[in-house]
């Protein structure tokens, strides 16, 4: 559970484990969700947990070993860690705005945009991915119930990159072979 106060967010959940590139599971083609039930919010929750935690933009189910069509974002959140004598840490975010996604389609990619993109699933490395400018994307929500969104800029970019990993495709995917080389050898 979640204490929300003054738009500030405790973070309560439990952390998943994030699959790295070039693990199997990140290359398989995910299956649509079909039961909007307990278990599915529980899951979603725990995604938006482990991204506020690690910390992230956006993760996608494959990425923590998932093969469903379903990722978590928020671009516009910041973040404070408390640390204690003990070690234990406590993070409080602000500006919080979650967004899930489930079975998203997209019905309109328009333009072009280049950006320096990142991955929790291949830490460390940032390059640059050139996508559609503007997207207009269909998604359920953990009821089940339909609603689309329009982006551009980096929520655009967010979600393409996040809809890939339901496709089984890393950003990585999407740059030259030559400094794709040079990551696998590192
Ligand atoms: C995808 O990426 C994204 O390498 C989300 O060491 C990236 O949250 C969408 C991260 C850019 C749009 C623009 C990456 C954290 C987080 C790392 C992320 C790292 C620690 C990446
Ligand atoms: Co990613």
């Given at each position: 559970m979640s204490t929300i106060e003054q738009n500030k967010f405790n973070l309560e959940g439990e952390l998943l484990k994030i699959h790295t590139y070039p693990s199997a599971i990140l290359k398989k083609v995910a299956e649509p969700v079909t039961e909007f039930d307990a278990a599915l919010k529980e899951l979603c929750q725990n995604m938006l947990f482990t991204m506020y935690k690690a910390p992230g933009i956006g993760l996608a189910a494959p990425q923590i070993g998932v093969s469903k069509r379903i990722f978590v974002m928020d671009i516009d959140y910041k973040r404070d860690v408390e640390e204690f004598p003990d070690g234990r840490e406590e993070y409080t975010l602000s500006n919080f705005n979650p967004r899930i996604l489930i079975n998203p389609k997209f019905i309109r990619k328009e333009g072009q945009q280049v950006y320096e993109e990142g991955c929790l699933s291949v830490p460390g490395m940032y390059e640059e991915v050139t996508r559609a400018a503007e997207v207009t994307v269909e998604f359920q929500d953990t009821d089940g119930h339909f609603h689309t969104l329009e982006a551009e800029g980096l929520l655009a970019v967010c979600l393409q990159h996040e809809n890939d990993h339901l496709d089984g495709?890393?950003?990585?995917?999407?740059?030259?072979f030559v400094k794709r080389n040079l990551i696998q050898k590192n």
């Open positions: 495709i890393v950003f990585i995917d999407r740059i030259s």
